[in-house]
C-alpha cells in the first residue's frame, strides 16, 4: 500500500490513472452544476477586457463564467503542486520512434524535458520562437471557439454525452494534428530549430 | 466557500494532467504520430467512464448540489463548423503541444514562455469574435 501510494505522488502516472481523474473532474463540474469547457474561459478574458466593443460575441455576463476563472487558477496551482512536491519534472520517457523522428527534424535532446527547451526557454526566445509559439497559440483559440470547444468541450464532455458533432470536431482536431505533423512541422521546424 | 469547490477540482485536474504528462508538447508529438497509447488510453477511459456518468445523471435524474436538474445543452448540427474550426484546432494543438487546460496548468510548472501562446490564444478568440459574422457556421 505505502509503495502504491509513493508511486502515485512520485512517479508518473499511467493512462489508467488519468483517464479516470480527468471523469471524476467532469462528474464533480456537472455535480456542480456547470459544463466542463476549458476555452470558455478564453472567451469569458476577450468579454472581460472590453471585446464587447469589437464583437458582440464578447457582448455578456463574463461574470457567469467566474466559477471557470477559479477552476483554471486551480489548475495552475496543482501544475505548481506536483512540480515542487510530487516530481512531476524532467524527462518524458516518449517512444524511441517519437524522439529519432525529432532528431531527424534538429531537435536536440527530445524528451528530456516536458516541453522542447529549443522552443520554450529563454534562452532561444527570438523572432522565429517568438512567432511560433504565438501563431501556434491564435490558431487553437481561433479554433477552439470556431469549433465550439477545445479538447475538455467536445472530446471529453461533448463525446461523453453522444454528440454528433463533437465527433465530427474531434475528427477535424485529427485532420489539422496530423497535417501539422507530417507536412507542416518538418518545414517550420528547419526554419524554427 | 460557492467557488472553492471549483478550485479544488482546478487543483486536481491540473496534478493529474501533469503527473499524466498531458501537458508535455512530447506526449502530443507522440499521440499524432500514433507511436504510443498513452494519450489514447488516458482519451479513450475517460470518455468510456464519461459516457457512463452522463447516462447515469440522465438516467437517474439526479440533481446538482444547487438543487437543479443536471443538464447537458446539445450542440446544433453543422458540419463545417464543426471540422473546419477543429482543423485550425489541431493545426494549433500539434504546433504548441498544448490545448487550453495543459496551458494554465504549464504556467504552473513555471514554464512561462507558454504565455506568448495563451496570449495568441487569446487573441485568436477574439479574431473569431469579429470575423465570426462572415464565416460559415
Known amino acids: ?193 | 466557500m460557492k467557488l472553492f469547490k471549483f478550485f479544488l477540482v482546478g487543483i486536481f485536474f491540473g496534478i493529474a494532467l501533469s503527473k499524466g504528462e498531458v501537458v508535455s508538447w512530447f506526449r502530443i508529438y507522440e499521440m499524432f504520430r500514433f507511436d504510443a497509447f498513452h494519450m489514447y488510453g488516458i482519451i479513450g477511459s475517460a470518455v468510456v467512464l464519461g459516457a457512463l456518468i452522463t447516462w447515469f445523471i440522465k438516467r437517474t435524474s439526479m440533481k446538482s448540489v444547487e438543487g437543479s436538474l443536471i443538464k447537458f445543452t446539445p450542440k446544433k448540427f453543422s458540419i463545417p463548423r464543426y471540422l473546419v474550426g477543429g482543423t485550425f484546432f489541431g493545426l494549433g494543438w500539434a504546433m504548441v503541444g498544448a490545448c487550453p487546460g495543459p496551458m494554465y496548468i504549464l504556467v504552473g510548472k513555471g514554464f512561462f514562455t507558454i504565455f506568448i501562446v495563451i496570449i495568441g490564444a487569446i487573441i485568436g478568440t477574439m479574431i473569431y469574435g469579429v470575423l465570426r459574422p462572415k464565416l460559415p457556421h
Not at chain 1, 468541450?153 to 454528440?163: F, R
Open chain 1, 1 to 193: 500500500m505505502t509503495e502504491f501510494i509513493n508511486s502515485v505522488i512520485y512517479e508518473p502516472w499511467p493512462w489508467y490513472l488519468v483517464g479516470p481523474a480527468i471523469a471524476i473532474t467532469l462528474f464533480l463540474l456537472l455535480y456542480f452544476g456547470r459544463e466542463f469547457g476549458v476555452s470558455a474561459s478564453l472567451r469569458a478574458t476577450c468579454a472581460a477586457i472590453g471585446g464587447g466593443k469589437i464583437s458582440s460575441f464578447f457582448d455578456f455576463d463574463w461574470k457567469s463564467q467566474k466559477w471557470n476563472f477559479v477552476f483554471v487558477f486551480g489548475t495552475v496551482v496543482g501544475g505548481t503542486v506536483s512540480s515542487l512536491f510530487m516530481n512531476s519534472k524532467g524527462a518524458v520517457d516518449i517512444a524511441e520512434s517519437t524522439k529519432e523522428a525529432l532528431i531527424g527534424m534538429g531537435m536536440t535532446n527530445p524528451g528530456s524535458d516536458y516541453l522542447p527547451t529549443q522552443l520554450f526557454t529563454y534562452e532561444n526566445l527570438g523572432i522565429g520562437t517568438i512567432l511560433f509559439l504565438l501563431i501556434g497559440g491564435v490558431l487553437v483559440g481561433f479554433g477552439a471557439r470556431y469549433a465550439g470547444g477545445c479538447t475538455s468541450g467536445h472530446a471529453i464532455s461533448g463525446l461523453s454525452n453522444l454528440q454528433l458533432p463533437s465527433l465530427i470536431a474531434v475528427i477535424g482536431f485529427f485532420i489539422g494534428g496530423l497535417t501539422m505533423t507530417y507536412f507542416l512541422l518538418p518545414v517550420i521546424f528547419s526554419w524554427v530549430l
